[in-house]
């Protein structure tokens, strides 16, 4: 299967794909990116996405190369000359080739990617049995909201977590829990869903989103507010969500076990909540 990339106003096979050295996100990490998945060939919230990249792209000051109408009409092209009906689509904008300097160049057009890749559901055993996860303190800068390409903490934190044998690594920040490596992360305590607020220090995620409205719509009791370390060390049941891994059961914790050490009542509700809702989306004629 040949792998069809964007790159810069052309749709071509990956391994033909170039871009210069001088590229500042190869230089500085000077870009941003969104991750969507794709359902029987349908973009999940992309509207959604394309909000936050908007977000991305003027919390780093950089022009948004195209209009809506465009990305829509490019991100379904790229699904049509991609093999799968499910994929997950990086996107990625730089701020361009340029001599080295950190300033910002002058006139210079940004690089725009896109690649579609196969989307796996998480593997089941995970959602019936739970994954293991990590603490560390969360080291990041202030603007963790912006999806920024500039990712060395999140690489070195998930591989914390791969080298403890675990899924993720959940941060902590001035004794509160702020997301984790590459997901969000939800709290259960006492029948209660807890989820930290949106703000500079985590990424607003769009599985957060649906979560929190799958819960209103649904009747489930939930409290958007800072989760400190005691609760999230005495909690019920524990999640972490994202575009790729959906809604995960932590069960374990810093080798201790969250709750009664399997996926709780709460997490099977949302995950059947949320996989029904992912079945109304693969339902819908292609637009
Ligand atoms: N990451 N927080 C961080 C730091 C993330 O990197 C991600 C997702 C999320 C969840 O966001 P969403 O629900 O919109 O996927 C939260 C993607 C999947 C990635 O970098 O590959």
Known sequence: MVQIVYLNGQFLPLEEARIPVLDRGFIFGDGVYEVIPVYSHHPFRLQDHLKRLQHSLDGIRLANPYKDAEWDALVKELIACNEGEDQYLYLHITRGVARRDHAFPKNTPPT????????????????????????ATDNRWLRCDIKAISLLPNVLLRQQAVDAGTAETLMLRDGFLSEGSASNIFVVKDSILLAPPKGPLMLPGITYDVVLELAAANGVMFHVEPVPECTLRSADEIWLTSSTREILPITHLDGQAVGSGAPGPLYRKLDRLYQDYKATIMRQPAS
């Open 112 to 135: 725009v990617f896109m690649m579609s890749s196969p989307l796996l559901p998480p593997d089941p055993t995970l959602r019936q049995n739970g994954v293991a996860a990590i603490t």
